[in-house]
Nanobody, 115 residues
Framework: QVQLVESGGGLVQPGGSLNLSCTASRSILGILTMDWHRQAPGKQRELVATDTRGVPQTMLDSVKGRFTISRDNAKNMVNLQMNSLKPEDTAVYYC?????????WGQGTQVTVAS
């Protein structure tokens, strides 16, 4: 089993930055893929960025060049650095891991971009 805990969300002005962290309850060396998703009010959850064994990939076109995913195996963490934030980035951000055929989700962290 894997427990995921997100942190780092909050209120930020447009153009600002936030760094989200996801800490796993076990070593992530054996976890092939970890990623970040987000869900805005009234919208479906969408995949933002994924890390597959240390190879990062930003999946969402609207955040390419602004968001970067990174994995820290020593700290059992996956981070999402978000720069040049826009109001449309407002959402609950979720950490996800797929491990031994099971999907694991964190509880989510709220990101609000507003002036």
């Amino acid at each position: 089993q894997v427990q995921l805990v997100e942190s780092g969300g909050g209120l930020v002005q447009p153009g600002g930055s936030l760094n989200l962290s996801c800490t796993a309850s076990r070593s992530i060396l054996g976890i092939l893929t970890m990623d970040w998703h987000r869900q805005a009010p009234g919208k479906q959850r969408e995949l933002v960025a994924t890390d597959t064994r240390g190879v990062p990939q930003t999946m969402l076109d609207s955040v390419k060049g602004r968001f970067t995913i990174s994995r820290d195996n020593a700290k059992n963490m996956v981070n999402l650095q978000m720069n040049s934030l826009k109001p449309e980035d407002t959402a609950v951000y979720y950490c996800h891991a797929w491990y031994l055929g099971v999907n694991y989700w964190g509880q989510g962290t709220q990101v609000t971009v507003a002036s």
